[in-house]
């Protein structure tokens, strides 16, 4: 069993930078795809970022590129999501995301097993 615990979240203005961590439980991480997903009120959950599991591929949404950077640190087992410029429209619950096997990152919810319970970020204008 994998557990994911997100921090980091908070309130901001708009134009500040958070920093996003997620600490997975057990010893599956280094063979984990990870991914960072979003869900604002009234709306369904979206992508945001998934990293491979050698943090050498990345992908990201079109409405975060280029102001989102994901990375992680296999050795201390965490996984990142800086977040720069933010927008109110970043206001979400932040969820990380775990899927175990695959090499190359997932951009779809279905194909991550295992979920942190979500950090709140709250971007004010």
């Known amino acids: 069993q994998v557990q994911l615990v997100e921090s980091g979240g908070g309130l901001v203005q708009a134009g500040d930078s958070l920093r996003l961590s997620c600490a997975p439980s057990?010893?599956?991480?280094?063979?984990?795809?990870m991914g960072w997903f979003r869900q604002a009120p009234g709306k369904e959950r979206e992508f945001v970022a998934t990293i491979s599991r050698r943090g050498d591929t990345t992908y990201y949404s079109d409405s975060v590129k280029g102001r989102f950077t994901i990375s992680r640190d296999n050795a201390k087992k965490t996984v990142y999501l800086q977040m720069s410029s933010l927008k109110p429209e970043d206001t979400a619950v932040y969820y990380c995301?775990?899927?175990?096997?695959?090499?190359?990152?997932?951009?779809?919810?279905?194909?991550?097993?295992?979920w942190g319970p979500g950090t709140q970020v709250t971007v004010s204008s």
């Open positions: 995301a775990a899927a175990i096997g695959p090499i190359t990152p997932r951009t779809h919810d279905y194909e991550y097993e295992y």
């Open positions: 057990g010893r599956t991480f280094s063979t984990s795809v």
